[in-house]
């Protein structure tokens, strides 16, 4: 009886595991599916090797990988990128499928702000990256 079975183990982070356990539940449990579906089809690092980040790579809190795996889950959950990004932000669900590590361990990072997410909407409708852009939009 209180045997734990894992249902599911993401490929991106092994120790984020979906188990059926009462007591540990997440309405955004989703976004592991989503991240995974990221994560096999390439279309993240697709992007990113097609986009031009202007931004200083020394200031720089969030990666463009991040900020567009974020934003693409977010919307995917059904949360409005920018309205409810500071409302998200602390989200352990998001954080740990949005973040780039590999791991052993479950990420501990914050989301990135609205205007942090306004400004990647900004880059991605920049004149410099019009092939992606067709595809993002």
Known sequence: MGETLPLFQPSFNKALRVE??????????GVLLQREALERTGLIEWMTQRLQDPRDPLRVW???STLLRDSLTMIGQGWDSQGDAEALRDDPM?????????????VD?????????SRLLDLLADEQNPRVRQFTL
């Open 94 to 106: 998001l954080a740990a499928c949005g973040s780039n590590r590999r791991g052993e361990q479950v």
């Open 109 to 117: 990072r914050q989301l990135a702000s609205q205007p942090t997410l």
């Open 20 to 29: 059926a356990r009462p007591e540990r539940l997440s309405s955004d449990a």
């Open 62 to 64: 969030h990666p463009l």
